[in-house]
């Protein structure tokens, strides 16, 4: 017994037309919402970026107990940072350290490290150049020389 198609559609017609009211209601109230909530969460607005190029020291991080010492060459690197035109314009030189970690050097004498930038937060490291540096350990003598002085 199988009804026929009209029958599916007739019968119970006020409950199905009810039931497609408050479908497409719901789906009304549930779309206006999302679009509010995403319409109220606005971007930044953006602004005119901008970038600093600088030519900066390279500074050796190591512990305090490393007595040795070791030398960076180039000892400086072009630093270009990008960010928001009011920012670079209030950017100071010591706002962005230039540094090579040596804590994890053991015994090498000569060797190539990254080099690290460390920025404020709203100012994006663009470019370094050099990316790496070689860093030499100096050995010193502890004897000092000496001149006499006969007559």
Same mark, same amino acid.
């Given at each position: 017994?199988?009804?026929?198609?009209?029958?599916? #559609?007739?019968?119970?017609?006020?409950? @199905?037309?009810?039931?497609?009211?408050?479908?497409?209601?719901?789906?009304?109230? #549930?779309?206006?919402?999302?679009?509010?909530?995403?319409?109220?969460?606005?971007?930044?607005?953006? /602004?005119?970026?901008?970038?600093?190029?600088?030519?900066?020291?390279?500074?050796?991080?190591?512990?305090?107990?490393?007595?040795?010492?070791?030398?960076?060459?180039?000892?400086?690197?072009?630093?270009?940072?990008?960010?928001?035109? @009011?920012?670079?314009?209030?950017?100071?030189?010591?706002?962005?350290?230039?540094?090579?970690?040596?804590?994890?050097?053991?015994?090498?004498?000569?060797?190539?490290?990254?080099?690290?930038? /460390?920025?404020?937060?709203?100012?994006?490291?663009?470019?370094?150049?050099?990316?790496?540096?070689?860093?030499?350990?100096?050995?010193?003598?502890?004897?000092?020389?000496?001149?006499?002085?006969?007559?």
């Amino acid at each position: 017994m199988t009804m026929p198609l009209r029958d599916y #559609i007739v019968n119970n017609f006020l409950w @199905k037309m009810a039931s497609v009211i408050v479908a497409i209601l719901i789906w009304m109230t #549930i779309h206006s919402n999302i679009e509010g909530s995403f319409s109220s969460f606005k971007l930044p607005e953006t /602004h005119v970026s901008s970038t600093l190029s600088r030519s900066l020291p390279v500074y050796v991080i190591s512990t305090a107990s490393d007595m040795r010492a070791f030398a960076i060459t180039p000892g400086e690197v072009e630093v270009t940072v990008r960010g928001d035109d @009011k920012v670079l314009n209030d950017l100071q030189l010591t706002d962005v350290q230039v540094f090579v970690n040596l804590l994890d050097v053991k015994d090498a004498k000569s060797f190539r490290k990254k080099v690290t930038v /460390h920025t404020p937060p709203t100012v994006a490291v663009a470019k370094v150049v050099p990316e790496e540096v070689t860093v030499e350990r100096v050995t010193t003598t502890n004897s000092p020389t000496r001149s006499t002085n006969q007559n």
